[in-house]
């Protein structure tokens, strides 16, 4: 027996499965209030030996919609399997094999638990910083402050939201319409659960305060379609599920899980398409936007609230993608959307309808009824129009009194908003609060708002497993998605050309000219402090809005992240660094020894590896690209001004800078493979002798390459930079709020 339905209602469903004939197809008895209830035509072939029977029942009680969809396989002995929902394992005797079309997979993206979404006197406010100068001058704390401001002075608000009240319920779609800036994307965030500060009123579902199980069955599309782009449909969908679906569905099941989604919104033809950007040319605007509604269908939602799904859409795309929506919505899911400019296809589609204009309500009710309301209160159209057109204009305070003539008038939203108090929203709120044990109003960010966050398991093991799997997917994730920034073509002609240059330039240089091979050595450590610092001050703000994404949906947690961000770049910078030695250090010509060309590979890998570090760092305290690119340009000058090349008798003030200059410590390890500790070289070009104490080799033997840091005291020093800037990167990416 299993026992379904909303734990929330007062009057629950229950569906009873009593046991039945498989091979003969016979029905159970309909469940209590049962509307529905009869067997499916399969819609794909199951494996060898095996038959498919699916059953498909709905069922309402208590104004709530209920749909069920169950699938079970059963083999030749007539032992039943659950294939998706049951409760029963697997036989002994038999193995979890794929269906062979999976992508004809029965639609599984029935709610199983409906939510009745209410909102009474929703309102937000913001402060407003009037502190400038960006995350720069955040960093060393500094800020300008008008001259006549006051450090006591309590800092400036705006109401965004300003009373909001309405419904949503399962099987229907309620869109919000206003113009930009009216506070659409604000209500459907507090809507979603992701605001917290400055929210007040009350957000109830299924009657109770909204908590963390409504919000694991929450989902949100935002209004920018957030993916990476040179990964296919089917891979995006596929990681999606392996790291939001629950742990102890196999690989398998997820698999199916995405053809299931798929083939409910219609991407079967654009699977292996990458998704592309404006870049990258890859599937088109609806596609995209449907493969982002797809992320949140995954983890089957019962409510879905979408911010502006069809802009940039033409007319047939947002009326196809509206469409899509209706058939989940019919599914039993409750779908929240905002639309910016619906055409008069789309607006028929809509069963409710919520309209704002500077953060106050005009109108909430029923889409077809919103004419004739406007109309009793003295605005009708002048001709026949689009009723999205219409309700726009009035939102704009524009109202057309005839064909000719159009005035615009603030008091027509004066007039709008206060009609809208006087005669509908005395019956909204009613209508909210009737059959509702709706607690006393207060902050909604007290009553337990805060999205899902990551959670481990029970026990210290599966919390390490959990961890593990997370790594080793966001890893495959990763590299599939990098090798192409990686490897591009232009980098890779960057290194090379580079390579052959150094090459030519210092062709096999004569180990005696000092000068030159010094300037050689400086140049490997300029060239591999400063790519790969700048390069990657963009890896984790380029990143910023999927990763808070993805963690704000508690896809992962932030250590597997960071983890499998490290581990898999660094196979992909080490490549081309080597590429560009094997090249450049044997047409130079310098020192002809094998274990002289590793121990120079070592020093410019690891030197890599700590550039890169120190460019994550700066990257993630200041997350934003722009102002990281300049942070790390400026330090890097700084670096390499300060490492021993150009300037021996630094001064006594910047003299700190030469000692955590990266290039520094490179630098003189890579001198002292070539040169030791410069007795040899010495002794060859006769320093120390009588006239040769003044020799412009010898001046070099003895300010660069003798008198310096021991080669372990460089090397330690790498080692600890190598780990600290990682850590900085790692705090500093801890101070995200998602």
């Known amino acids: 027996m299993h026992e379904l339905g909303d734990r929330d209602a007062k009057e629950s469903a229950l569906l009873t499965h009593h046991s039945f004939d498989a091979l003969s197809m016979n029905p159970p008895h309909p469940p209590p209030g049962a509307a529905t209830w009869r067997p499916t035509t399969p819609r794909f072939t199951p494996p060898s030996g095996m038959l498919l029977v699916t059953w498909h029942g709905t069922t309402s009680a208590s104004s709530r919609f209920l749909q069920v969809s169950l699938v079970f396989l059963r083999d030749k002995d007539n032992k039943k399997m659950p294939l998706f929902g049951g409760e029963e394992a697997l036989t002994e005797d038999a193995s979890p094999q794929p269906p062979r079309d999976s992508r004809d997979l029965p639609a599984l993206m029935s709610s199983c638990h409906p939510i009745s979404l209410k909102f009474v006197d929703v309102s937000y406010r913001v402060k407003i910083d009037d502190h400038r100068g960006g995350n720069i001058k955040r960093i060393f704390g500094q ?58 009123g009350t957000i109830i579902a299924n009657d109770r305060r909204v908590g963390r199980s409504i919000m694991r069955r929450t989902g949100f599309v935002a209004q920018d379609d957030v993916l990476y782009p040179h990964l296919t449909v089917r891979e995006t969908l596929v990681f999606c599920a392996l790291l939001r679906l629950p742990w102890a569905l196999g690989r398998l099941e997820k698999v199916a899980a995405v053809e299931a989604v798929i083939a409910e919104l219609g991407l079967a033809k654009c699977e292996h398409t990458i998704i ?20 949140e269908m995954l983890v089957n939602p019962s409510l879905l609230v979408l911010d502006e799904p069809t802009s940039g859409l033409d007319s047939t795309a947002a009326h196809r993608l509206m469409a899509t929506l209706g058939s989940l919505a019919q599914k039993g899911k409750t779908v929240v959307t905002s639309v910016h400019q619906p055409s008069s296809r789309v607006y028929q589609m809509f069963d409710s309808v919520l309209v704002l204009s500077e953060g106050r309500c005009l109108y909430f009710g029923k889409g077809r009824d919103a004419l004739s309301y406007f109309e009793s209160v003295g605005f009708a159209p002048a001709f026949p129009m689009n009723p999205a057109d219409f309700l726009l204009d009035l939102a704009n305070g524009v109202y057309q009194l005839d064909r000719g003539i159009e005035r615009e008038n603030p008091n027509v939203k004066q007039s709008l908003v206060s009609s809208y108090n006087t005669v509908l929203a005395p019956m909204v709120k009613a209508a909210c609060l009737d059959n509702s044990a709706v607690q006393a109003k207060g902050n909604i960010a007290d009553g337990g708002h805060c999205p899902p966050r990551y959670r481990t398991g029970s026990n210290f093991c599966s919390g390490i497993s959990n961890w593990f799997n997370q790594f080793s997917i966001l890893l495959q994730r990763g590299l599939k998605e990098r090798k192409h920034e990686a490897f591009n073509r232009l980098r890779v002609f960057q290194v090379i050309v580079a390579a052959l240059l150094a090459g030519l330039m210092w062709w096999r240089s004569d180990s005696q000219n000092i000068q030159d091979r010094l300037g050689l050595l400086f140049f490997i450590s300029i060239f591999w402090g400063v790519l790969p610092s700048f390069n990657s001050a963009f890896a984790f703000p380029q990143e910023r809005a999927i990763f808070m994404k993805e963690r704000s ?38 020192k002809p020894e094998f274990g002289a060309f590793v121990l120079t590979l070592l020093v410019v890998l690891g030197y890599v590896l700590v550039s890169q570090g120190l460019g994550l760092m700066l990257g993630a305290v200041i997350m934003d690209a722009k102002q990281a690119s300049t942070i790390v340009t400026v330090t890097m000058l700084a670096f390499v001004l300060t490492g021993g090349f150009y300037v021996h008798k630094v001064p006594s003030c910047l003299v700190w800078i030469k000692y955590v200059s990266t290039t520094f410590y490179s630098y003189r390890l890579l001198i002292s493979i070539q040169y030791g500790d410069g007795r040899r070289i010495a002794s060859i070009l006769g320093c120390g002798r009588d006239g040769n104490s003044f020799n412009a080799s010898c001046k070099f033997v003895e300010e660069d390459i003798g008198g310096q840091m021991r080669p372990g005291m460089c090397v330690g020093v790498l080692l600890f930079m190598f780990f600290g800037y990682r850590l900085l990167a790692y705090l500093a990416l801890r101070r995200i709020k998602t």
Do not use: C
């Open 143 to 200: 800020s300008t402050l008008p001259p006549d401001s006051s450090t006591t002075a309590p800092p400036r608000e705006r109401t965004i939201l300003k009373g909001i009240t309405g419904t949503a319920s399962p099987g229907e779609i309620l869109a919000i319409l206003g113009p930009s800036g009216s506070g659409k994307s604000t209500l459907l965030n507090a809507l979603a659960g992701r605001l917290r500060v400055g929210l007040s």
């Open 276 to 295: 592309g950007n404006s870049f990258v040319r890859g599937v088109s605007g609806g596609e995209r936007k449907r493969v982002s509604i797809a992320h």
């Open 553 to 590: 949906s508690g896809m992962y947690s932030l250590s597997s992240y960071f983890m499998a961000r490290i581990v898999g770049d660094m196979p992909m910078e080490l490549i081309l660094p080597t590429v560009f030695l094997s090249v450049a250090y044997w047409m130079s010509g310098l």
